[in-house]
Structures are given as structure tokens and as C-alpha cells.
């Protein structure tokens, strides 16, 4: 099974960028299908975005929230994937989890993932 560590959050102003990583370990990266998800302050956790196996093709999330501002990618030959932030917003304040999914398919729902990181604080300030 894989281990997932994400860095790269912390505080920013409103129009700044920020880039987080998911590093894994102990198993295959690739064979993992890895999501990013955000949660608020007394909010569910939402999807944002997800990468198969191979980084060739992506989902996001269907709402505006987040279009083409974020973009997910991944490096197998690190063992890690990114989510870029752009244009930050002060609603994008949250603790981003990625997880991992042996299943394909674009999951898009938490439980559809077997392996979670434990989450980087991302504070956007206006």
C-alpha cells in the first residue's frame, strides 16, 4: 500500500499561486489513480480533481470553482503529483488532501479512495 505526504501549502494573498505535492511511498505509484480534495472549515470534503495512472488524462471538478485555475499533474519518476494554484481566492482557504485509488475510472468520491495523505493548510487572505 502507498503512503502520501503532501507539502507546498500555507498562506497567501488573494492572486497569488501556490503549488502542492504529493509524495508516495511504500508501493507503486503508478498503479495509483491520485485525486486532490479540499475541505473548509465546518465543510465536507470536496473534490477538486483527479490523474490516472499513466498522467495522461484528467478530471476536475464539474463547478466553476476551481476552472482553470488549478491544475493537476504528475511526475511517476518522483513518485509524486501536484496540484498548480493560480488566481487564489480567499473561498480557496481550506485543508487540501490527496488520495490515492487502485481502481480507474476517475473516482470523484472520498470513498473511492483507499490511501490519504494528511493534508496541507492552504490560507488565502484578501
Known amino acids: 500500500q502507498v503512503q502520501l505526504v503532501e507539502s507546498g501549502g500555507g498562506s497567501v494573498q488573494a492572486g497569488g499561486s501556490l503549488r502542492l505535492s504529493c509524495e508516495g511511498s511504500g508501493g507503486t505509484f503508478s498503479d495509483y489513480e491520485v485525486g486532490w480534495f479540499r475541505q473548509a472549515p465546518s465543510q465536507e470534503r470536496v473534490f477538486l480533481a483527479v490523474i490516472t495512472m499513466s498522467g495522461k488524462f484528467t478530471k476536475y471538478v464539474d463547478s466553476d470553482s476551481v476552472k482553470g485555475r488549478f491544475t493537476i499533474s504528475r511526475d511517476n519518476t518522483r513518485n509524486t503529483a501536484y496540484l498548480q494554484m493560480n488566481d487564489l481566492e480567499p473561498d480557496d482557504t481550506a485543508v487540501y488532501y490527496c488520495?490515492?485509488?487502485?481502481?480507474?475510472?476517475?473516482?470523484?468520491?472520498?470513498?473511492?479512495?483507499?490511501?490519504w495523505g494528511q493534508g496541507t493548510q492552504v490560507t488565502v487572505s484578501s
Open positions: 488520495a490515492a485509488a487502485r481502481r480507474g475510472g476517475f473516482p470523484r468520491r472520498a470513498d473511492e479512495y483507499s490511501f
